[in-house]
């Protein structure tokens, strides 16, 4: 069974240009959260995507946006990178129950380095 | 205020001790409590829900007061495999809403 994949592993950008990171879900997983952790911080929460809209979001800029696939994969995009933008992008993936949810699980991260 | 707010560390234990994690957290409408382990440039990784009963898993026992909305964590006999960043995390949902961090805690334990 395979766990909450992310792609890439790694990535250097450059002030203003833009980047998608990507998320497979779990096996039998429908919703997508993405989380932004700086550097000896923990995870702040960016949105959530459910049956391919943006359930909730957290308190980041439009230049974060992002998509779910009918396949329940997602992508998170950033436009107009900041130097501030540079941290671990975490991909965690659960299934919506009526009344709760299960627990997210956590993909290993896409490391972001913005110059 | 911090809406999760933990004591940073670093905590530095000498194997086989004991060691115990305090957490705060600001919304009393605050639903389900969480401990993650993170290790070094890792994903979190969930270790135990938090209830109000409190929770034993192992070494680990967890436990949560909603009227002074704090929660603990206490490892027993602690081994080098425990070393890692504990975050203490709290949702307003029954699991699926967002999951509101704290900073962690750096536990580092000693040979």
């Known amino acids: 069974d395979a766990g909450v994949t992310q792609s890439p592993t790694h990535l250097i950008k450059t002030r203003g240009q833009q980047v998608t990171l990507r998320c497979s879900p779990k096996?039998?997983?429908?919703?997508v959260s993405w989380y932004q952790q700086a550097l000896g911080q923990g995870p702040q929460f960016i949105f959530q995507y459910y049956e391919e809209e943006e359930r909730q979001r957290g308190n980041f800029p439009d230049r974060f946006s992002g998509h779910q696939f009918p396949n329940y994969s997602s992508e998170l995009n950033v436009n107009a990178l900041l130097l501030g933008d540079s941290a671990l992008y975490l991909c965690?993936?659960?299934?919506?129950?009526?009344?709760?949810?299960?627990?997210?699980?956590f993909g290993p991260g896409t490391r972001l380095l913005v110059l | 205020r911090k809406e999760v707010e933990q004591d940073p560390g670093p905590f530095n234990v000498p194997e086989g001790a004991t060691v115990a994690f305090n957490c705060t957290y600001s919304?009393?409408?605050?639903?389900?409590f969480f401990w993650y382990r993170q290790d070094c440039r890792k994903e979190p990784k969930l270790l135990m829900s938090v209830y109000s009963s409190g929770n034993e898993d192992g070494r680990f026992t967890a436990q949560l007061n909603r009227a002074s909305q704090y929660i603990s964590l206490l490892i027993r006999d602690s081994k080098l495999s425990d070393s890692a960043t504990y975050l203490c995390v709290v949702n307003m949902g029954f699991g699926n809403e967002k999951l509101t961090f704290g900073t962690g805690t750096r536990l580092t334990i000693i040979p």
């Open positions: 965690a993936s659960s299934f919506l129950l009526a009344g709760g949810g299960e627990t997210q699980y």
């Open positions: 096996s039998g997983h429908d919703t």
């Open positions: 919304n009393s409408a605050s639903q389900s």
